[in-house]
């Protein structure tokens, strides 16, 4: 059973009721939802388990924390929308002590505080691990909510950053491959351990009406794309991956081309998103001047459907490589 | 370590950051914010990991599902809020089968319908045992929103149900108790599997002036209420408890009290409420005639801290007896 054939089979469970201030449900980033006539607001939920997404001797329970709350505020800037409050519902282990408890939602609070996110209801009880489920609600204009389903066939395909290197910290903590360069490794590590949730930039980009689509690349560039892809109804040509440092030693310790490591990566937590072409040199400026980084575009959206990449002028398909919630 | 302490303790890391338009943050059912000028939206959290919350031998999925988004929208009825939507993080064993996940989700789905709760996000991944954490969102009028803080000195208690079946449906599951009725045995089991959270009744309460404080009886009255004493300020003297008849059977087995043993009860989602004395026959009436039941008027708040049982006029202290979610 693969994730997004199981989430669409419950979709089908609930989506017979589809109340009209629910603007947005099950299968972006977030929901959308008007709680008055003038305002939207957006709600997404993620859970985190201990030897699932995590494993607690290859970091901090304030790093786990940290994490934790990264990747739900990423799931909130995707939308375009500005992070507001947190429920946090924690599972612990009858052995885990409190200090733990302590550092992780330090951890948390953290995280939220740096997104102007204010963490208002708990829930915590036993659990045969540790179990972290957040919700986070943020708000948003409008005219300015970005969805998957709005990419067009000529767009160019943009990420707010280098891919793949939380994958090589990942890599490095369980042995799989080894990185020389301290520096290099450490980059790695905090990649991995404390990743940043890119709201500051889609609170800019959704407030761009050249923004056709927007979405987090929590799952690996080549199944989040494809999941876009499938939403909008187009297809994509990547053409260069911008390929983070750590990533590209750790294709070469391991021998695979740094383009289909970084593909396969997961958990980035960048933006990825459909800008309209003629749009794109004017934004990418203007991003550029805001966050002192480029914004990359990597290929184009068209009209043939499924992923392909180019390299060296040959087109070949490119397949979800990817996590799968899952999968093992 | 208490559930109580520590969630006081996690409360202190988040509370220096309170945004003027969050209203009221974690130690209630809910949290209340301000998503514009002239509307209160309160949210709440709530996980259910199995073989701390349920045994998948003594219940369907189906009801596993009914019972979890019963204890969520329980929450939103205290408040005097009208749920509006859900999301469901769920984690699954990777041997668990996809028509148990479906089965799940179709009992949640089920009670939200009833309650007019839109599911509206998911997120679903693999977990060690099965494991829901459902977060729910509702709306309320500024004027009716109820917290646990308002008791006053010389406020009727009242709940709006029996208690003490669901510990009694809990206790035949466990094999500790064993009820010869076969139609009492049924409804202690339904009691336990698929309780009914009072969101109608919440919803009408919340719209009176005459409620001042209101919150759910999800661990046990002796706990919940001495939570509600402590967010007021003020004491409590309970008279009489209204024991649902299976639990007087189950505690007559027991060789217990009754009292005691609905006192201890925890999982009976009714709402526990602070009605102004005078109002309280009028409320009460009305009730009965809109709900076909009683308002049951079961002690007094007081200035004396503390909780305390008069039975056959001695006056005798009241220990916390329910649930405490990290003890065992």
Redesign the interface.
Known sequence: ?R?DE??A???A??AD???R??L???GDD??V?Q??R??R?V?????L?E???FVPAWMSWCEVGMRAMASNLSDIAAMGAKP??A??????P?DFD?DG??DL??G??GV??DG?C????????????V?I?I?V?G?VRQTHVKRRSGARAGDAICVTGDLGASRAGLQCLRGEVALEDAALRERALAAYRTPTARWREGLWLGASANVNAMMDCSDGLSTDLDRLCIASGVGALVENVPVAEAAAAAARALGISPEDYALAGGEDFELVLAVKPRAYAHLAARFRARFGRPLHRIGTFRAQPGLASRVDGSERPLHRTGWD??E?
């Open positions: 059973v994730e199981l989430l089979a419950l979709h469970i609930v009721r589809a109340p201030r629910i947005l449900g099950i977030a929901a939802w709680p008055s003038s305002h607001s709600i997404t939920t993620d859970a388990i030897g699932v997404h507001v409050l429920t946090v519902a924690l599972g612990i009858q409190r408890v302590l939602y330090r948390l609070a939220a505080r102007r204010a963490i208002v209801g708990g829930d915590i009880t036993r659990a045969p691990v179990t489920a919700t609600v708000e919630a899952l093992e």
